[in-house]
């Protein structure tokens, strides 16, 4: 039988940090960007894919709705442990819904998986915001209703995913100020460095 002595209190065992950062999803996680990059490349591409506006604005709606569902439902629970959704009551209220898995373990969730989550959720819904600048100040009308469907769509999931991670009851815009007071503070008290 052999013997494996247990970590001291606030030590990670070598084993246990390699295992947080391994993936543990790597399908969800290819799913996760794949959907994304692919409606963007596609938006990009169009003209070179198939000529037809038809066929690519289809094209790109079904990426970017395969997308949401597979943000909303999927990766956020597997790869971070998040989830939300809008529930109506009996009276046809309607209340949103932000949950964090409850975890006392922090091997539980992988570093590398949540890397690649935020990333993705944090990168694309720039690109989309590039994109609804360019087709108007191009004066590209018929692109203009896709593109505000792909921003909707990934600031939708972003939103969701950032209310669950900082708390239902929390308020983003007082944390926003409160972030930006106290980076604020830290350079105002920094001292000058001394050639």
Same mark, same amino acid.
């Given at each position: 039988?052999?013997?494996?002595?247990?970590?001291?209190?606030?030590?990670?065992?070598?084993?246990?940090?390699?295992?947080?950062?391994?993936?543990?999803?790597?399908?969800?996680?290819?799913?996760?960007?794949? @959907?994304?990059?692919?409606?963007?490349?596609?938006? =990009?591409? $169009?003209?070179?894919?198939?000529?037809? @506006?038809?066929? $690519?604005?289809?094209? &790109?709606?079904?990426?970017?709705?395969?997308?949401?569902?597979?943000?909303?439902?999927?990766?956020?629970? =597997?790869?971070?442990?998040?989830?939300?959704?809008? /529930?109506?009551?009996?009276?046809?209220?309607?209340?949103?819904?932000?949950?964090?898995?409850?975890?006392?373990?922090?091997?539980?969730?992988?570093?590398?998986?949540?890397?690649? @989550?935020?990333?993705?959720?944090?990168?694309?819904?720039?690109?989309?915001?590039?994109?609804?600048?360019?087709?108007?100040?191009?004066?590209? &009308?018929?692109?203009?209703?896709?593109?505000? =469907?792909?921003?909707?769509? /990934?600031?939708?999931?972003?939103?969701?995913?950032?209310? $669950?991670?900082?708390?239902?009851?929390?308020?983003?815009?007082?944390?926003?100020?409160?972030?930006?007071?106290? /980076? &604020?503070?830290?350079?105002?008290?920094? /001292?000058?460095?001394?050639?």
């Amino acid at each position: 039988m052999q013997r494996q002595d247990a970590p001291l209190f606030g030590e990670e065992d070598e084993n246990n940090q390699r295992k947080r950062s391994k993936m543990r999803h790597p399908l969800v996680s290819f799913f996760h960007l794949f @959907f994304r990059t692919s409606a963007i490349l596609v938006y =990009l591409f $169009c003209d070179i894919l198939s000529g037809r @506006f038809v066929v $690519c604005m289809v094209t &790109i709606i079904l990426l970017l709705s395969c997308d949401f569902w597979t943000v909303k439902n999927v990766s956020g629970r =597997l790869l971070v442990g998040l989830r939300w959704w809008n /529930q109506v009551d009996e009276n046809g209220k309607s209340h949103w819904v932000f949950e964090s898995k409850k975890t006392h373990s922090k091997n539980t969730k992988s570093s590398a998986e949540s890397r690649v @989550f935020w990333l993705g959720l944090l990168v694309c819904p720039i690109f989309w915001i590039l994109f609804v600048f360019s087709t108007v100040f191009s004066f590209n &009308i018929k692109w203009l209703v896709v593109v505000i =469907l792909g921003l909707v769509l /990934q600031w939708a999931n972003l939103y969701g995913y950032v209310r $669950c991670k900082v708390g239902r009851k929390s308020n983003l815009r007082n944390m926003a100020k409160n972030y930006l007071g106290v /980076q &604020i503070l830290k350079r105002a008290t920094k /001292q000058p460095e001394s050639f």
